[in-house]
């Protein structure tokens, strides 16, 4: 027990030292306080991750509506586009439409 106290002596001795008060008061300030803390940093880097997600979504629906443009540009890709999406028919046509 004696020897748990002067332990604990010597270790609070050290901390009041104003060389480790002052070296806990600067490592606090730029964890939390300071305009490039470890906060920030954090903040930061999870909205530069999300951004770099939604570039990638992004680029692969550009990717898709470009094969569907150039589907669209020949006069066959134009005429299935329209009779599937629109059901569309030619003049001496019938179309049946089945409901699953």
Same mark, same amino acid.
């Given at each position: 027990? !004696?020897?748990? $106290?002067?332990?604990?002596?010597?270790?609070?001795?050290?901390? $009041?030292?104003?060389? /480790?008060?002052? &070296?806990?008061?600067?490592?606090?300030?730029?964890?939390?306080? =300071?305009?490039?803390?470890?906060?920030?940093?954090?903040?930061?880097? #999870?909205?530069? =991750? !999300?951004?770099?997600? =939604? !570039? !990638?979504?992004?680029? *692969?629906?550009?990717?898709?509506?470009?094969?569907?443009? =150039?589907?669209?540009?020949?006069? #066959? &890709?134009?005429?299935?586009?329209?009779?599937?999406?629109?059901?569309?028919?030619? *003049?001496? *046509?019938?179309?049946?439409?089945? /409901? *699953?």
């Amino acid at each position: 027990m !004696q020897n748990k $106290r002067m332990i604990l002596k010597m270790f609070l001795k050290k901390i $009041r030292s104003p060389f /480790v008060l002052i &070296g806990l008061l600067f490592v606090l300030w730029m964890l939390f306080f =300071d305009s490039n803390s470890y906060l920030n940093h954090k903040r930061l880097s #999870d909205t530069i =991750d !999300q951004l770099e997600k =939604d !570039q !990638q979504h992004y680029k *692969e629906e550009i990717r898709k509506d470009s094969i569907a443009l =150039d589907e669209l540009s020949s006069p #066959d &890709g134009l005429e299935k586009y329209a009779r599937e999406k629109y059901h569309m028919k030619k *003049e001496n *046509e019938e179309i049946f439409l089945i /409901v *699953e």
